[in-house]
Each structure stands twice: as C-alpha cells, then as structure tokens.
C-alpha cells in the first residue's frame, strides 16, 4: 500500500508504490470509499491523502498529573491522616484522582472503595458504590440487573440507602435488607402503639364520608392535635369537611386506615403518592416515612426512576430520591442517554433541585464527567456535566480537575480561546500540567513560536518530566525536535509519541528495517493498537504480508472495532483484503504455528494465530480462553476479560463454563469463589482446567507445606487428564515451582525437564533456579542463556540470568533487562543497591528516582526512603512512605520505617 513515508508529523509524503497488491488493495479500497460516501472518482482524495498514516500529536489527558506525584501522593497521605471522619471520603476521591492520572487502575479502585467506606452520607455511599460498580462493569459474570447484591456490604446496593457512618462494617457480608422496610416496620410500631379503638370522627370530602378515630388522627402531627383537641372548630365537631385540602376519598380512607394500622400495602402508587403531598402539608413524619419507603420499593427500573424523580425531588421524597438516583446512577452510561436524567444533572436548574435534596457533589460530577468524556468527549452534555462540575469543586485538586477538563474538552471542540482560558485558570489552581494544554491551545490557533516559549518555560522552570519534553518537540524540528523526544523517552520510556515519530522519521529516510526496530522498542514492553498500526504499515513497504497479517490481528483482537487510516477503513475490511494475497492456513497448521510461536514466547504471533482460528471456529471458548492468557501476558487486562467472557458464552459444557467463570472470579480478586467454581466443575467432570484452576487459585491464597501438597495433588489430577501441549507443558512448569518451595529439587527439575520436551520454553527458567539452589551457578547461566535465545520476549530472562553472574555481567543483563522492557523495577533496585555498597548515596537515589518518576511501585518507594534515612535526610525519607502507604496502606516493612522516622523527627524536634 501507498501512504507509507513521513515527511513531517503534519506531512504525508508516500514511500513508493511497492507491489501489485499494494495497489490492488488501494483501488478496492479507493472504490469501497466512493460506494460508501457517493462521490464520483473525480471526488475522491487520491490515493496519498486517503493511506498516508500520519503520526498523531498525543492527546492531552482529562486528568489530574502533576510534574511530582509523590510529592502529590504524600500531601493527600497526610490530609487523610489528619481529616475527621466526614472529610476522608472526599481526600479518598481525590487520591482516586490522582491514581488515574498515573494510568493505576488497580489503585483507583482501592482509593474508590475507601471513599466508600468512609462515606458518611446515603449520598457519598450511593455515587461511591455506583462508581465501583461504572469501574468494573466489563467484568460482570454474566449480565444481571444492575442492583442484585454481589457480597460485601461495601459493594451492596441496599447498604448503600441505609444512612451513618460504618467504616468498619463496609467489608462485612452485606446484610441486603432495605432501610425503607425497616422505616415501614418501625412506623407500623409506632403507629398502633396505646390509642383507642372507637371511631368517632367523620371526615367528609364532597359528599363522600369517611369515619375515623380522632385519636388516631390527631397522632399522625402535631397540626392534626391542634385541629382536633385544641382551640379549632374542629376540636368541638364530629364532622369536618375536607373537601379544600387537595386529598381525593381514596386517599383520605388511606389515612384512616394508616392511622390504625401504620401500613399502606393495600394502596396503588398514585394514592401513596397522594398521601406522601399530604403528609408533607400536614407535617405527619411517620406517614411521609412509610410513604417514602413504599414508593422507594417501587423503583424497580431505569424507566421507574425517571417516572418517580420528580415527585421525590418535589416533595423531598429522601428514601424515594436515593432509589431513584441509585437507578441513574448504577445503569450508567446507558442512564445518560434519557433526556430526563440528562436535564437533571446538566442543567442549572437540575442541579439547584439537587442542592435543596442535598444530593449535588464534586464526587456525583465528578464520575458523570468521567463518563460522559469517555463517551463522546466533544459532546455538549460533557460540557455541560464539567459546568456544574466545576461549581461543585472546592479544594485547588478538584478546581484544578474541573478547569483542565473544561479546556481538554473545548479544545477537542476546536474552541481554542476558550480552552485556553480554562487550561490558564487550571494552572493558576496549580496543576502545571494544564500549561501543556495551554500551548497546544495556542499552537491550534497559529501561534506555533507562541506555544514553544510556553513549552521551554514549562521545561526550565519546573521540575523535569517526559511529558513536558515530549509537548515542546511538537513546536520546534529537526536536531532539536529528536533531542527534545530523546529527553523525553529517557525521562518517561512509556510515552509512545516519540518512539513512534522517530519511526516515522526513518520511514521518510527510507529505513525501513530501522523504523521496524525503533517502533519493536515499545512494542517489546507496551502493546498499543497505534503502534500495531504502524508496524503493520511497515511490513507492507517490506512486502512482508504475513508480519502485516500478524499485526492487524493482534490489533483486532486488542481492539475489535479499531479504525487505520486516520479512521477512514476498518481494520477488519483491510485484513479481508490482505489475506486474499497470503497463503491460507488449515486448521492443523495453525496448530503448529500456534505451538512455533507459544515454544518461542512470542505471543504477539500467537495471538496473531488464535485470531485466525477464532475465523473458523467463532464458538470455541477453549480459543477465546488462550486469547485471554495470552492478552494478560501482554497487559491488557480489559481486552483479555472481554475474551474470557466471551469464551463463558461460548462454552460447550457446563462444566467448561465453570472453570471460566472461576477464571473471571479469580482475576477480579474473588478467590474463595474461583475455588468454588472449579469444584463445582469438578464435581461434574474431572478435566485439566478445573483441576488446575483450583491448584492455581489455592497456590495464590495459601502455600504452607499442608496447602502445597494439595496444589501438588491437583496439578498431578490434572496431568492426568487429556489437554494439549501448551497447557500441560504451564501445568508441568507450575508443579516444578511447588517442588522447589518444598525444596524437593530433583523432583521440580524432572517437572521442567518434561515440560521443556513439550517445547514449554519458560521451563527454562525454572530448570536455572534448581541449577542455582544446587550451588550450580554455572549451569544457571547456561540454562537461562538458552531461553534467551529462544525466547522472542526475553526482558526477564536477561533479568533473571543476572542472579547467576557476577557482578559486571550481571549489570550488563539488567541494562539489556532495562533497555527492553523500562518498567520492570527489579534492575533499578539492584543497580542502586550496588552504588549504595560502593557509597555512592547520590547517584543511588537518583537510579531510583528515574523510574519512580514514570512508575508508582512501593518497592522503590520504599527502598529511597530507607535510602534517605540512611542518609540522615528524614524529611525526603518521611514523604516517599507517605507515598508508599498510599499504595499500600498495610505493607509491614514501610509502616516500621515510617515510625522510625516519625520518631527521628519528633526527638530532633524536642
């Protein structure tokens, strides 16, 4: 294909036509464009401006980043330490915040689940929970209503409407009993309690009569008392005509029967709704109580809510309300496409209804915003949501939220002025970040030279981050541009703008081998439909149509729906056209390449091949099971739940789809469940993935010697029983690893050498380990040098083979371990605790704070600041375990040190 050469980011220059097919292609492609546009040949951009892939600028992000995140992260550490009971949930939010600025998903929900548990009001309980439930709505078992109960107290939706602050129950059972039934019960007590039985009052509405107990009735409020026993006409009267008081016959005979019996089961909504105005006009608590509980019983739905919510906010309906708002709230996003629910939260005089109900927040804009943007990100609602938003917000973080969002979404709408003027007022509220926003904003508007001395300002003046280098070479060219993006990757290596510029680069050069090479770089540690894209362009200027294939179905499988071509052609209509010119495989040769590429631990290829296989057989779960293993070794946990969900709908037995639900179960941290499961599955019929499920899930939640010769069992039930290669080869591998813990060496290396006759590559490492615990480390290295060879993705066996070399060898392996794959942490450690050992304080913190500065780890947290306390310097000692109890509140060795400190700080103080 044409469109393959970059001249510049904003250019598209095409490398030379390169073969039959490449034009074969462009033309179907071209008259596919005509055909679903209209237009006539004359019409159609040609062919360079329709293929020419362009390397796009990087977003700016719709969220809180600040240039020191620890700093950050360690401040909130504090206020939460500080903060009485009704400001914690709030300091939790914005932890949650800054969390997924970071891109911690994991650590969002664990702030998120906090904020719930310190959630002091129905309100903070209701949008908390519904936003843990928005968090994980993709990994549903199967598709139930939105408000069935799903364990803990923390996560039930009925806990959420029962109102006080019970931090220490949230994780507790949920007790899944409503507090409108409760309200119900406790009025029916109080209603019935001492009064007399003789009805000697008759009420009249127009010529309709109903009798009643005056004492009943003056029970209901203090106004009835006065009326029927004070100074009134009506205190002196049997007949009282009630004509004017807005209440039908139906509804007075409900309150008679109300004022004996405290109940109103019997009645329809429309007379409860009647009662429930009543009872706010004659100030009767009990009766609007019990009113207010029926009703909120009765929302049941989505359309029920948006029937009920204007009553509830008219007649501050609170139990009533909360069900409702719990019903929006929990069936987002598809809530935010009903006009009603949309005029509610948007507009001014939705959210003025919600202050006087005391049901408007920074937290509920807050997510309606995150959905809203994640929806349409140019949409009006999510301008309008990011209004009241912003009026919510009260402390700088959720000012400096609500502003940058405004102008991350006004520049998306091309509103560059506007976005200006809220990135600027964003980074008055100090979040520097938003000065990014500020430049693009200008360069938008023309003002390129502008936008560079706004960017090299943000450079000197600040403390120095990728992101800030990486936003200043969009402004300059040449030498300079590739100085600023080499900046940038050695400050932050998970960008992909600069790896996938200099790509492009050398497309434009012609270098084509190289521009593969630059884009394998972040290919090797951050699997991105982007970088597959570019990648799969490529390998057609190379005329390599089998890695093109490979590429775009791993990009499919990653992203079903993904558009190439600037979004003009599907990724799926292209890999139809492409493999009409490759050799087809059958389904026995998929098998062995499937086997090539798992022995050589390439699992881009085999996913590539899974792809293909799922093309025949689109039902087979046991295909969409390996896609999800595969697509978790690649870290991308979204896409592998979407297939291990697929492969439950597709299972061919009950007992298969057990094991997958016990997968799904066991990856979202449910593993007593996961057990469960695969003894249910069991229970059925013995197979492999039930046993060896329950031998992985109970080697992650116990491993003492009973509960190890248990998984040893399990693992050797599941050999037993029929399965492929690939699968017994991982359960070979796993039982090798028991055998190690359990010191039985000779065992664990006959498990790894079986495993490896099966072409189970990974064993490799396990046979080195065994090498090493037998003082063998010659045979270690030697073990670990052969995975290295076979193994495509080798970053952690050039890692792992340090620990079997001497010192200089094994730096030079974790540099390699390093320059592969940036985020493994375990080579920095080392390389900063052997400049420690050589008292070289300084430059150890700094080989720490390289990759603290574009990874949140508590291992590294935790290591600088032992660091820093070793160098007498308390204070950058006391912020990094700030930091690292932010990531992990429990963990042992940092809450010791962090007394420690404390007290260092507190006797220097005395």
Known sequence: MRGLRFADICKGSQVHAVSPLERTTEFRMNVENRKLNGSTPEETPPLSSLFVTKVREPSIKPCLKFEDHVETLAQIFSEIDAASEDEKSKLYLEQSLVFRGLGETKLVRRSLRSARQYATTVHEKLVYAAWLRYEKREEEL??????????????????????????????????????????????????????????????????????????????????????????????????????????????????????????????????????????????????????????????????????????????????????????????????????????????????????????????????????????????????????????????????ALALHQLGCVLLARKEYKDAQEWFEAAAVEGHTYSLVGVARAKFKSGHRFSAYKDATSLVCEHKSTGWMYQERSLYCDGKEKLADLKLATELDPTLTYPYKYRAAALMDEEKVHAAITEINRILGFKVTPDCLEMRFYFCLALQDYDGALRDIRALLTIDPSHMMYNGRVAAERLLHLLSEYVEQWTKADCWMQLYDRWSSVDDIGSLAVVHQMLESEPAKGLLRFRQSLLLLRLNCPKAAMRSLRL?????????????????????????????????????????????????????????????????????????????????????????????????KLDLAADCYVSALKIRHTRAHHGLARVHYLKNDRKAAYEEMTKLIERARNNSSAYEKRSEYCDRDMAKADLSMATQLDPLRTYPYRYRAAVLMDDHREDEAIAELSKAIGFKVDLQLLHLRAAFHESVGDVNSALRDCKAALSVDPNHFDTLNLYDRVQLHLGTHGN
């Open 647 to 743: 492969a439950r709908t597709h299972a061919s037995s009950e007992q298969e789809r057990l094991v997958y639900e016990g997968w799904i179960l066991y990856d979202t941290g449910h593993r007593e469940e996961a057990l469960q499961k695969a003894e249910e599955s069991i229970a059925i019929q013995r197979s492999f993935e039930a046993f060896f499920l329950k031998a992985y899930t109970l080697a992650d939640t116990s491993l003492d010697n009973a509960s190890s010769a248990k998984v040893v069992e399990l693992l050797e039930e599941a050999l037993k029983c029929p399965s492929d290669g690939l699968r017994k080869g991982q359960a070979l591998n796993n039982l090798g690893s028991v055998y190690v813990d359990c010191g």
């Open 142 to 399: 199967i598709t139930t209503p939105a408000l069935n109960c799903k364990g803990r107290a923390l996560e039930c939706p009925q806990a959420a409407l029962v109102p006080g602050y019970t931090p220490h129950t949230a994780f507790d059972p949920c007790p899944c009993v409503s507090s409108y039934r409760e309200l119900e019960s406790q009025a029916t007590e109080c209603s019935t309690s001492g009064l007399e039985e003789d009805d000697d009052v008759l009420f009249f509405i127009g010529e309709e009569k109903v009798l009643c107990n005056r004492q009943r009735i003056a029970s209901l409020s203090s106004p009835f008392r006065a009326m029927l026993y004070g100074c009134f006409t009506e205190s002196r009267t049997t007949e009282i005509d009630f004509t004017h008081n807005g209440l039908s016959i139906e509804g007075m005979r409900a309150v008679a029967v109300f004022s004996r019996t405290g109940r109103l089961d019997s009645f329809p909504p429309q007379v409860v709704l009647e009662l429930l105005t009543f009872a706010n006009r004659f100030c009767c608590e009990k009766l609007k109580a019990v009113c207010d509980g029926s009703l909120a019983a009765l929302v049941r739905s989505l359309q029920d809510a948006i029937v009920f919510i204007d009553y509830a906010l008219e007649e501050n309906a609170q139990a009533l309300l909360a069900s409702c708002l719990q019903h929006f709230l929990w069936e987002l996003p598809e809530s935010l496409h009903h006009l009603e629910v949309v005029q509610l939260f948007s507009k001014f005089d939705g959210r003025r209804r919600l202050i006087m109900a005391g049901h408007s927040s920074f937290a509920l804009y807050s997510l309606l915003t995150q959905v809203a943007i994640e929806e349409s990100m140019e949409s009006d609602l999510s301008v309008c949501l990011l209004e009241r938003l912003r009026e919510t917000a009260v402390s700088p973080r959720q000012k």
